[in-house]
């Protein structure tokens, strides 16, 4: 039995070693079009910075060991041209022939390619780079070493985007990003990646937002409001999509957004053909739909059940759920499920908190703080989905959160999780918990919040704005045109509201607020709480903000 | 309507605030024996030590706060010394009085005591403590200021005699540890303790097991095996029982090991009553039997939750599942779920996999070993239990087991966690879908393993023990008698093994080993793997390695 396998990275060199774990007859070949397999694809930004400072470091596996312990035959530089689907053979073309090659099981994990989009200058120029294999990082590398490159652009801030934007930046460049949509990193949130853009500029990086490249020239970039930023070196991050020419050409049947179609076994419209890897669309765990995740975990995974499949065990793909993490300088932004924006498209109805904490016991030192936001249904109890940023700890909790919504645990589940704690590691009561607590006293109606981008207009339609923090903080900073009650004095000055007017309260984060909200309501006064507080507020409104 | 709640830290004052939040009427008195509530009990040990460099950190919230905030009646120094239930009141005892006070429902929230052995010599030296609270911690700070301390001895080897350990060595005196039991850390099994024993040892702590002290004296413990141990100053952490006095003498009905029996509404056999922490018994998720389990994350749960049944909410205590963690110096040792230990004495049918891989992906600088080992029935896939350690990620990944534990996700469903990963934070095979792998290796019959503990036996009845690492690595190090053919060359060297033993593959790991089982099954051979390599049975066997 002979199997192939069309691309040596995640999907495929899984696959490949697992067939051989289990099925020492079988002959296994790995075609790889690059000159590397089993190479560290996630780990390729942090070479341009040296944070990883050898280049090997970047090339997990050799094939001569893959070739000894796993009797793997791995054809790199080999890029297979053609399917013949009737002939259970593919076409081969390695640097000095064109050969055919005849399959039992073929497994397709060519992975994703990157979008280049058609502006003006974009192919006239040889310091405008894509970031997706060896041979890329070592282009840009090789770029820097033998010019003069000051300034670097960055065209997209999704993961990649923003990895290599840090990586250059701590290179020595003079770094800008920019990006088409009102926000970077679009797993997340607005309110959640703003965060992120101001650790970026923080750390000083030019980030612009809601524009986009129109044209490339030598030194510079033409965004499409007419300004042109300086840019020696240009990196093009704008996304993803399937790499499906071989599937397509041999009359493979597509998916979504022309991926590689698979049932539950990976088996393409071919029976002996299977896909696997960025190439796929597959299920959401949630909403049961066809989706593109293009990461790392589940294209391991599918390349592993894919050769469990093959050998004849019982496997099926159970679906992804797209939990993913990257780090921005000193914090990480991580997120797990449906955000706001999807939920939205998908018309479902949810509610949202967000929850301010420290990601260890605040008395312990080098506390820091994180926030995440949980969206979920209030009837069912229902995780959507969550997201989180802080300087430690935020893998962690998003990691939990991604395992309950996997487990189907509901919001009534998350005060029940036991989770460890000694003070160098969390809390007694941990964000996870927090969260679960917050979101139960909203489906319990014990809280009615209203969300950053609510609050204008109930302003406008005549709320009365309190801000129950000290005075100090008050006047360092606050929402203009709030009052200032601390909670301290808050029972014994009432007579200072409006008993006709809807009452937000308000603080830092959103925990004192919600301590006033039950004050005020049980005195039988209309209120709501500003979920996320000034936080989230602050940073999403920035010119709303005054100080004494 | 007035609650009064006995004890002032975790559970009781989690119910007194949550009771504020839903009753502004009610009156709530907190009566707290000793001079602080909300104090920072985890926190303790690391006030000696300085590493929590002020004592006020230590108080997490003071009652001029708690009082204004929430409107609490806090009363310190004040011992509830009797409940009258038929009257409903219970007698106060404070600096200067004796009073009664009514109450319409009582909340016991009396923690636990340190056990105190009568051994000969113990109550008649000034230098000997405890660690429960502000007073004890200040005593010992005390003592060691005002008195020549150069020698420690910490009695009893658990969370906070280890943490203490490390805590007083730090602050710079020499110190011992003695554990009656064979090993420190009792949440954990042996072979995962020893490396927490060894941590121990290579700071510089003189760890004694085995042994229990049998004599006090002014500068020195003797123990059970007639030796002297230096020590101007004892502490004494031996373990803790049910503060059960107030509940035993009002008559109130007992669970196990002198707990206080609560329903799973809180409620003793007093329908006034309630109670909740270190004092009660609760259903251990798993097993569904009565447990204790004195860890500060129940205890603030459930005293939000008896706050809520009281007024009204619909709640109950879904049990526990005990997860912990401790900081060892350098390392992180954690559990959760059923131990080995445990799982026997229940007679529970279990298999074993101990897996070690790094924290995030070896290719990403500073990358750390961990170890995990994970407890599960073959058959049904449920995860009884979970257990790990190392220097970086282990709350993560324990946390992540006990939500997996409490959703009753089986070894199957761990594969398919889909956990974040970036280079600085995790691996696409994250430490839980390898479990889940090696777990189901097993499950499926790819693998059978053999335990640390069971080689001996194997080789005894003449299994061959070939050791796959490289050949440097088995010339550095292997157990005696071991059979060296890397891994590499098997293949070429299946002649070389004798068909008629059993053959017991080995590694650092488990890994390589595993690999090298299945191509020696594949050809015919009878079988098995030592689980978790030389990493495990090496630290447990010491005097059965050699070298070259």
Request: net charge negative; charged share 25%.
């Amino acid at each position: 039995m002979r199997i192939v396998i069309v691309g040596g990275v995640a999907g495929g060199m899984s696959a490949a070693t697992r067939l051989r774990r289990l099925n020492e007859m079988a002959e296994i070949v790995v075609l790889e079009k690059g000159p590397y397999v089993s190479f560290a694809n996630c780990g390729l930004p942090y070479y341009i910075s040296r944070e990883i400072p050898n280049r090997e470091d970047l090339i997990v596996q050799r094939p001569e060991v893959l070739n000894t312990r796993y009797q793997l035959d791995i054809r790199v530089k080999s890029e297979v041209i053609k399917i013949n689907k009737e002939d259970k053979t593919v076409v081969i073309q390695d640097e000095n022939n064109t050969y055919d090659l005849a399959y039992d099981a073929l497994i397709l994990s060519p992975g994703a390619k990157a979008i280049i989009p058609n502006i003006k200058g974009i192919h006239e120029f040889n310091h405008i780079f894509s970031v997706r294999n060896i041979p890329d990082i070592d282009a840009i590398d090789n770029y820097i070493k033998n010019n003069e490159v000051k300034n670097a652009l960055v065209v997209g801030g999704g993961f990649i985007g923003v990895e290599m934007a840090e990586s250059l930046h701590n290179k020595g460049l003079k770094v800008s990003l920019v990006e088409m949509a009102d926000q970077i990193l679009p797993p997340l949130d607005k309110e959640m990646a703003v965060h992120a853009q101001d650790e970026l500029i923080h750390q000083g990086i030019n980030v612009i937002t809601s524009k986009a490249a129109s044209e490339f020239k030598e030194k510079t970039v033409v965004l499409d409001d007419g300004r042109e930023i300086n840019a020696d070196l240009v990196i093009l991050s704008i996304g993803v999509q399937p790499e499906n020419k071989l599937a397509k050409d041999a009359g493979l049947e597509l998916g979504i957004k022309g991926s590689i179609k698979v049932d539950a076994n990976y088996q393409t419209s071919d029976p002996n053909i299977y896909a696997v890897g960025d190439a796929i669309a597959v299920k959401h765990s949630i909403t049961n739909e066809d989706v593109l995740i293009a990461l790392a975990s589940p294209a391991n995974r599918q390349g592993r059940q894919v050769a469990d499949i093959i050998s004849g065990i019982e496997r099926s793909n159970k679906g992804s759920l797209g939990t993913s993490i990257v780090r921005v300088f000193n914090q990480a932004f991580a997120s797990t499920g449906l955000n706001q924006k999807q939920l939205d498209a998908l018309n479902y109805d949810y509610e949202t908190v967000h929850v301010t904490s420290t990601h260890h016991v605040s008395y312990f030192p080098n506390a820091m703080p994180m926030t995440f936001k949980l969206l979920f249904n209030k009837d069912t109890g229902v995780i959507y989905g969550a997201q989180g940023f802080g300087y430690e700890g935020v893998d962690k909790r998003i990691d939990v959160l991604a395992t309950s919504i996997k487990a189907k645990l509901t919001i009534d589940d998350l005060p029940e999780l036991e989770l460890s704690y000694a003070p160098p590691y969390g809390a007694a009561k941990d964000m996870i918990n927090l969260l679960g607590y917050a979101a139960l006293n909203i489906k319990e109606n014990l809280s009615d919040s209203i969300q950053w981008s609510e609050l204008d207009d109930e302003l406008e339609k005549g709320a009365f704005l309190l801000d129950v923090r000290d005075g100090v903080s008050h006047n360092q900073g606050h929402i203009k045109g709030s009052h200032n009650i601390p909670l301290h004095f808050l029972r014994c000055r009432l007579h200072e509201l409006p008993y006709d007017q809807t009452i937000i309260t308000s603080c830092a984060s959103g925990q004192l607020s919600y301590a006033a909200e039950r004050i005020l309501k049980q005195s039988g006064l209309k209120v709501k709480n500003l979920d996320g507080g000034l936080r989230i507020y602050g940073k999403m409104k920035p010119e709303n903000l005054g100080k004494k």
